[in-house]
């Protein structure tokens, strides 16, 4: 995931699907090339991170916004939660 990011943070974005226009309603980090860290009330639980996605090169300019590209979360890969 990371390998094709533009930095170590990423917008948590509402939905993977490319035919949906993805929300964006928290920040992460890329700690590894396949480990994000965010806040703990973003996904206290397994099921709230559930098709999620990390978007990457989402990036205002003078030309508008490119959208970037998300990839989606996946809770089963790796998941650990501390309030």
Request: glycine residues 10%; proline residues 6%; aromatic residues 14%.
């Amino acid at each position: 995931m990371a390998g094709a990011s533009s930095g170590p943070v990423v917008r948590m974005v509402t939905t993977c699907d490319p035919k949906v226009v993805a929300v964006g309603f928290a920040t992460g980090f890329v700690v590894s090339p396949q480990l994000i860290l965010t806040n703990w009330h973003v996904f206290p639980d397994v099921a709230q991170a559930r098709g999620n996605g990390a978007n990457f090169f989402y990036e205002r300019d003078e030309r508008g916004v490119g959208l970037g590209e998300i990839f989606e979360i996946d809770p089963d890969y790796f998941f650990m939660s501390n309030e």
